[in-house]
């Protein structure tokens, strides 16, 4: 595609002479033109050894059926590791868990963010203090994060089960039952994400027009108001932002699921838990299958890209519809 | 014309560029020293240039809690000694697995768990020093427990990759002071009647839940792995067949512990707690369970967990139901890529002779270091050792009587992950009442996932 509407481009610039010679004189006129390539080079060593080498490798390695102990007998198998892959019980059961555990703490992370940041808008007191502390989660250690939240759903001894108690209500199985495991394994990511994704909202509302809500107070617009019909369409670019950059992230839910059972990949004793990159780690790293955790690794990267794509197709075609 | 050649141009030098990294990335590794396997090297100490030897540990394995590195100083001051420690014994053999496929970043003294001992000899022989011909280990080989030689050997018993440090004879521990509260027997002898059998351990924990005196929210042993793990190596076989490769669903030793620890888990005597969970660490002094299976290292767990406070409370039972058997156990080897080889086999072979396993034992800071070192295990200050902390209790005779007795079935490339993979089931048996026939189908598909 990309060549042939290359030479397609060039033909008729060939054909007349003049003005294609000119502006290949002027592009190998500029002084800095080469000096740029050297500049932008480590990027590029960088980006090969250690993304686009590392890619190749594990797609060739997810042909072959190879344990990490024995890991230079590599033997082809084709794409049998694939077929194992859609066939396997364990993988559908990961599968399943990652979205649901990716809706569970996405969308009230994003949600929460966006309230927050509406409020820490607003000229008030301490706003300094309260942006910073809002970073806090995000700053602490992922498995400082973990094992307090561990200690807090604890069955027996912990905080919240001890609270349900006091109110009269059942406790929970936070770690042993599927749904509160998934939602205590959400309330880790979600209290720990939602800052960052707020601040991020607070800096694309910096960049709206403040005079448009002056116009909105003036024309007696509530606060809500504003923040539905100003607020939010002004913020659709960087919404969109925070959204792919959280399916990615929650595509690729690993340390939260994997602390939580006690460093055990497993995800709790059922697999109540166990996302796809915690079943990949699985099978790399304990099972030793480093061919198939290969074939894990690449399937995620597909599933990955469908999402994004079909979030920008989501968002065009809103856009477009609104257009109408 | 001169645009494309001088995009080829630039193509050529950064493709240069690209194989020159390359090259430097891949030759790090190539670098080996050809000094023979085996070198006596020079002197006691394989060296007297001033060296630093790197030894690769995992959990606390007890050497430097016992001075054994300050000791080796004396002996050997050219030499210092740097440990480089994982906690976890599984992220270390991740580690050295992926250290061994590359051949490089490995410490000149790596230390190999039993539980990975089957795969470092199976897979990895060749890349460690080989005791057999190695002049002084060659000698003392009949110092050792035969079965610790033996599990670190090739079948035909020609290569051994490391000496044994401990081993792992077990029997019972159990709070004294929860089964006297509960009105149960808690003197030794009593016990070691009662729990001659798994069946005899069984209905003791039976009339400990239905005693009314018991502390509230206790039970009797810690979980239905305790049971089982330690049952399941009392078979003919464990996990594997004669030849060592696995074979759950046939072997004798796992349908007789599931049976015991499925039994215990659905009489509800068993806390539930899965093993080395935090909850189960605190448990070891908040007494929500009375007993537990106890190899000579989980002494030292003990201690750690339940403190100093709790010091002549927790006793060791002269038994362990079902006969002698062995958890846990290590062995030290050197890479042949150890740049200071001969040094590393000096301090191997010091750190394994009998002196020092009997230090490793007898010291007041030990941890249940049980010596594979036979001749050390006979020494009357091994046999007379007696532990404070376990209310005084004759641990040297007592792990010494179950080491003279014990037996190993053959252990293979992934009995650790299977073992994962049943006691976690028994987590379900035990806290989900998952019927054992489907945990136990369960835990049959997740070792599929395992062996492929």
Known sequence: MTLASDTALDAPSAASGTPARRRRRSAGGLPGSRVGYVYVLPFFLVFAAFSVYPWLDTAWVSLHDVRLSTYHHQTWIGLANYRDLF?????????????????????????????????????????????????????TSLAAA??????????????????????????????GSKWPAQVAVSTIITWRWTGYNALIYLAGMQAIDPSLYDAAAVDGASRWRQFVHITIPGLRPTILFTIVVSTIGAAQIFGEPLLYHNGKADGGTQGQYQTLGLL??????????????????????????????????????????ELR | MRLKSSGSRAGMSLLGVLTVASLAISGCGSSSSTAANGGAGTGPCGTTADTTLTVGLFGTMGFKENGLWDAYHQ???????????????????????TRLASG????????????????????????FVNWNSVPNAAAIKSEFF????????????????????????????????????????????????????????IDFGKQYEASATKQSGS????????????AVYQGKNAYDDDQGQPDVANSDGVKAAW?????????????????FSPTWNKAFSNGAFAALACPTWMMGYIQGQAGDSYAGKWEVAPVLPGGATNWGGSWLGVPTASKNKAAAIALVEWLSAKKQQVTMWTSPNQGGHFPSNSEAAADPAVSGATSAYFSNAPVGKIFGDIASQMKIPPIGLYDTQIQQALTTQLTNVETKGTSPDQAFQDALSAIKQVTG
């Open chain 2, 75 to 97: 002996v050997c001051p050219n030499i210092t000694i740097k440990e480089d420690d994982v906690e976890q014994s599984a992220d270390y053999w991740t580690r050295l697995k």
């Open chain 1, 87 to 139: 066939t396997n019980p364990y993988f559908w059961n990961a599968f399943r868990n990652t979205f649901t555990i990716g809706v569970i703490s996405t969308i009230p992370q994003l949600v929460m963010a966006l309230g927050i940041a509406h409020l820490l808008n607003y000229r008030l007191r301490g706003r300094t203090f309260f942006r910073v502390a809002i970073l806090m989660p995000y700053a």
């Open chain 2, 104 to 127: 490089s970043g490995l410490d000149d003294v790596q230390g190999i768990e039993i539980g990975f001992v089957a795969d470092v000899v199976q897979n990895h022989a060749d890349q």
């Open chain 1, 146 to 175: 973990t094992v307090i939240f561990l200690e807090l759903f604890d069955t027996r001894l912990g905080l919240v089960n001890w609270a349900l108690h006091l109110v009269h209500l059942p406790t929970v199985d936070w770690q």
């Open chain 2, 146 to 201: 035969p079965f610790k030689w033996q599990l670190a050997s090739t079948t035909d018993g020609a290569k051994t990759v490391g000496l044994g440090t401990d081993t792992g004879p077990e029997a019972i521990c159990y709070r004294r002071d929860l089964l006297k509260k509960a009105g149960m027997p808690s003197d030794p002898k009593t016990l070691a009647s009662a729990w001659s059998t798994w069946n005899g351990f």
């Open chain 2, 259 to 275: 049976g015991y620890a499925t039994t215990a888990a659905q009489a509800k005597i068993t806390a539930g707690l899965e093993q």
């Open chain 1, 280 to 321: 990949m780690y699985q099978q790399g790293w304990v099972n030793d299958r480093l061919g198939l955790a290969s074939a894990t690794a690449w399937t995620m990267f597909v599933i990955i890209l469908l999402a994004v794509v079909a979030n920008l197709l989501f968002a065009r075609w809103r856009t477009v519809r």
């Open chain 2, 219 to 230: 039970h009797f042993v810690d979980s239905a792995a305790s049971i089982f793990s330690t």
